[in-house]
């Protein structure tokens, strides 16, 4: 199993799953979790930029168009973690301003619209929450996708 990990390490808010990345991976060896940045052009296996950002082969090239994308991310507006399975759920705690404020969903959406996003599922930290009181309820609900 895979899980996608995003987050901006130098923002102190958005930057928890990134801080319990090392835990994580001790915790649930058998795993794999990947960090990923929604903002870089990723390069294609032979090297060549893409010119894609989230469609790349580790996330849009999944073995099986059944197997379900694993997201941890922190989101604004929640309180506790949350596993949000559908964009509409995402989106009612997102909101654009600026160009700057393009990110992890608005990928999601865009692959959404073009068809190439099979299931997800977003395991949602609280935005600026620290590790110690969302430490349990991430590890139950890691526990309860991975089964």
Known sequence: ???????????????????????????????????????ENWTLDNGEPS???????????????????IIIDAVQGISEVKIFEDLKQFVATHRRITMHDFDLYDELALLQKLKKLPKVAIIGIPWGESEKN?????????QSISL
């Open 1 to 39: 199993m895979k899980i996608f990990v995003f987050g901006n390490p130098d923002l102190a808010g958005d930057n928890i799953a990134l801080r319990i990345l090392p835990k994580l991976q001790k915790k649930f060896p058998l795993i794999q979790f990947i960090h990923k940045d929604p903002l």
């Open 51 to 69: 010119g894609r950002r989230l469609n790349d082969r580790q996330i849009c090239d999944q073995e099986s168009e059944k197997e379900k994308i």
């Open 134 to 142: 969302i430490w349990n309820d991430l590890l139950k609900t890691i």
